[in-house]
């Protein structure tokens, strides 16, 4: 009688079965679809500094402002309307890269934990998604200023 | 004392082999659009269902499914002796909520989504002991209670893997009897069940669910024809509850590993005849609803009918926290089994 495999073996058998068997994400798709709905999205945010800049005469770091303030606007109304899980569906990092991803992580969990009341639902939840990126990013700008101060002095 | 409805080491026998009364179902709409969508029973207009929160849509949705399995079977609540019934939210709180209003006496159950399987299994012997009759098997899930128990927020813009499943809104109620005299004639009896060991095969990844649950559904469906020395040909279907386009297809092949091949033209899948290719679910559907509504609309009006004479009906759930699978932890995965039989006239 042919002796049984080991346990270890008999899961890495099953686990290679897995593999062959689970459909892969389309990459090439979807780093396509990424980039050019990517790519719209911030051509609108340049677009707003410049008209800004045109018609109000904004500075160049007041235009950045306005473009960023109105495209979290954009977002979270989008999101609020239940548009923009579909836009994020289709072009994936396309949508969480630009400053429309951080707005969208923001207003989609004080939607979604309004039921439990303002600040035990939507208050302590409201940076479920978002709280890492803000820990992390923060994290990292003040480790990069230390290294930067030093460097120039 | 030996156990004397035991046979062998997994499955029980029930010997007065209790009835299937009435069953009833209630979905949502999505699944209302979905290829068995004219054989619910009661399809919500919308995925709210009339209530403040999701979680309280989903004990409606079951205690709309128990109020109509109990009208058709024409009993008030204070006849039924017992309900048994899971969901998929902590602490099982849409069944708790629906048992509340119903105020049949309660047992609450945990299976993921093979709960539905579970409650008839354990149903079962209740009714067959004596100890219940006629009693109530549930289970329920909801999509959007389900989001946000396992996964994100409804409107973050994430993609879904490939092998992710669907949750299904819905809700099932089937009720046991041993009462041969009822004016309604039930056609339908279980005659077996057969319990499952959780089994894990070291899948982590809680976007393929399927794959955590094929050795487990394997493994139960090994079990029971080890047991009973039944031929797995003698079914009219074997019939998983929600292992998805993937469980499906490593069930097939784990099985014919394992040394029991099984009939791939006599295999169905809930998850997989819920919904149409194009309602983007991507691998199936899944949750306690999934096997719980197609077995009431779909699977028990069949046998009824007499298309089926005997049918292996088994739900397999992947029994996984968000909390020990950020931990790292690999799912575990677990496939109850019932045998369920036409009455011969």
């Known amino acids: 009688m042919q002796k049984s495999p080991s346990k270890q073996q008999f899961i890495q058998q099953y686990k290679r079965m897995v593999s062959a068997v689970t459909p892969k994400s389309k990459a090439a798709q979807g780093c396509l679809r990424a980039f050019w709905v990517g790519g719209v999205i911030c051509v609108l945010g340049q677009v707003l500094i410049d008209v800004s800049m045109y018609f109000w005469q904004f500075s160049y770091t007041q235009g950045a402002c306005f473009a960023s303030i109105s495209l979290v606007f954009l977002t979270a109304l989008l999101t609020g309307i239940g548009i923009f899980d579909v836009i994020g569906k289709y072009a994936g990092a396309g949508t969480v890269v630009p400053i429309t991803g951080f707005a969208n992580a923001m207003v989609s969990p004080a939607m979604e934990f309004r039921p439990e009341g303002w600040v035990l639902g939507t208050g302590a939840r409201l940076f479920t998604i978002a709280g890492p990126v803000l820990v992390y990013g923060i994290a990292a700008s003040v480790l990069v200023g230390v290294i930067y101060y030093f460097l120039v002095l | ?345």
């Open chain 2, 1 to 345: 004392m030996k156990a004397e409805n035991r046979i062998g080491y997994q499955t029980v026998e029930y010997k007065n082999k209790p009835l299937i009364a009435a069953y009833a179902c209630a979905v949502g709409p999505r699944e209302g659009q979905g290829p068995l969508g004219d054989q619910f029973d009661l399809v919500a207009q919308s995925p709210e269902f009339g209530q403040e929160s999701y979680e309280k849509a989903e004990a409606a949705l079951l205690r709309e499914a128990c109020h109509i399995c109990l009208s058709k079977a024409g009993k008030g609540e204070k006849s039924i002796q017992a309900m048994l019934g899971g969901d998929l939210l902590n602490q099982i709180m849409a069944s708790s909520l629906a048992a509340r209003e119903l105020k049949i006496p309660f047992l609450g159950l945990y299976g993921a989504c093979s709960t539905m399987a579970e409650s008839l299994l354990v149903g079962g012997m209740l009714c067959d002991g004596g100890y219940a009759s006629p009693l109530l098997c549930t289970a329920g899930s909801h999509y959007a209670t389900a989001e946000r128990q396992y996964r994100y927020p409804l409107e973050y813009a994430c993609q879904r893997t490939p092998a992710a499943q669907w949750t299904v809104t819905g809700a099932g109620a089937v009720m046991l009897s041993l009462d041969e005299n009822s004016e309604k004639k039930p056609r339908v009896r279980l005659v077996r069940g057969c319990m499952g060991r959780v089994v894990d095969m070291g899948i982590a990844d809680a976007n393929n669910m399927g794959a955590a649950m094929a050795p487990a559904a394997a493994a139960t469906l090994c079990a029971y024809f080890d047991d009973t020395k039944d031929d797995p040909r003698s079914f009219d279907r074997i019939i998983t509850g929600d292992l998805g386009m993937v469980g499906s297809e490593l069930l097939l092949e784990w099985s014919e590993k394992l040394g029991h091949p099984l009939p791939e033209e006599k295999m169905m899948d809930c998850g997989l005849t819920i919904f149409h290719p194009s309602q983007d679910s991507h691998a199936g559907g899944s949750g306690c609803g999934c096997a719980a509504s197609v077995l009431c609309a779909h699977i028990l009006p069949k046998i009824e009918r007499g298309e089926w004479k005997k049918v292996l009906f088994m739900a397999t759930g992947a029994l996984l926290s968000p909390t020990t699978s950020q931990q790292g932890e690999t799912i575990p995965g677990i496939a109850h089994a019932v045998v369920i039989e036409g009455v011969q006239e």
